[in-house]
Nanobody, 127 residues
Framework: QVQVVESGGGLVQAGDSLRLSCAASGRTFSDYAMAWFRQAPGKEREFVAAINWSGGRTRYADSVKDRFTVSRDYAKNTVYLQMNSLKPDDTAVYYC????????????????????WGQGTQVTVSS
């Protein structure tokens, strides 16, 4: 059974940095893309970033491009989201998700591409 577990959320001030982690288990980690989504209060869940199975390709939402970086550590079966220059608009519950298709190309940016989700971790950015 595939499981993904996020960690690393918290309360920070605008301009600060934070790194989220997502530990995946239950299947061959290196064969599937991983992604981060977020959902702010009263808003729909939105795509943030994704990294393909090999780690060689990434996608970002325009709102986080040049501020966030997604990466993966195959030895630890973990995906990271490094968030810099955080803004109050980044406040949301952040979810990690694992793709359902083996070595999908191109990277999926829709939530429908991902079948396995974590419980979410809260990120709050104060102004």
């Amino acid at each position: 059974q595939v499981q993904v577990v996020e960690s690393g959320g918290g309360l920070v001030q605008a301009g600060d940095s934070l790194r989220l982690s997502c530990a995946a288990s239950g299947r061959t980690f290196s064969d599937y893309a991983m992604a981060w989504f977020r959902q702010a209060p009263g808003k729909e869940r939105e795509f943030v970033a994704a990294i393909n199975w090999s780690g060689g390709r990434t996608r970002y939402a325009d709102s986080v491009k040049d501020r966030f970086t997604v990466s993966r550590d195959y030895a630890k079966n973990t995906v990271y989201l490094q968030m810099n220059s955080l803004k109050p608009d980044d406040t949301a519950v952040y979810y990690c998700a694992a793709d359902s298709i083996l070595r999908r190309a191109p990277i999926g940016v829709s939530a429908t591409s991902y079948s396995y989700w974590g419980q979410g971790t809260q990120v709050t950015v104060s102004s």
